[in-house]
């Protein structure tokens, strides 16, 4: 079977539940898009590594990647195979020596977080799309292009702590160890994007 690219467009808080995400998934080269929901420490492990934040002791899915590169195992892609009753499936599909593929069965939210931390790309099937893949009314590829190029370029942190913009830059360094050292990571991710705007 042939496999499709999808592409991380976007991460939302979910409406219906408050401490439940959907991150959503768009076609590399079309229109369809997977809405896959995921709790708010995986979504919390995705914000962090797609902002780039180092946090002060390794997360889950941070220690995964450091075992995983310890012993020589590359993840090479991520494979959302399957969807039955709303709930998708996927495969971490990883490299050990040279020629040897091993499929390991995932959560997709894990999945994802992985993905982000190896930079390896997430594809699916086109049955999975035809399943359960949206179309918006009206939607080209330029308006999912630009949507992903706003998100991955400048993402939005949930929550912005107290006002930034009135604080030195040291204190802002003190704000931003505090908060990795709290675990606060989207906090820390506002602080440092002040800091990246002063310079």
Known sequence: MEKIELEIINLTQNAAQNHSYAIILGE???VRRLAVVIGAFEAQAIVVALEKVTPSRPLTHDLLRNT???FDIILKE????NCQEGVFYAKLVCQRNEDELIEIDSR????????VRFNCPIYTYESVLDQAGIVTEGQVDESKTEEKK???NKPKPVAKPDDLTSMTNEQLHQKLQEYLENEEYEKAAAVRDELTRRE
């Open 68 to 70: 995983m590169q310890s």
């Open 28 to 30: 590399a080269h079309g």
């Open 78 to 81: 991520v494979l959302i195979d």
């Open 150 to 152: 706003a998100f991955s």
């Open 108 to 115: 997709t939210s894990d999945a994802i977080a992985l993905a």
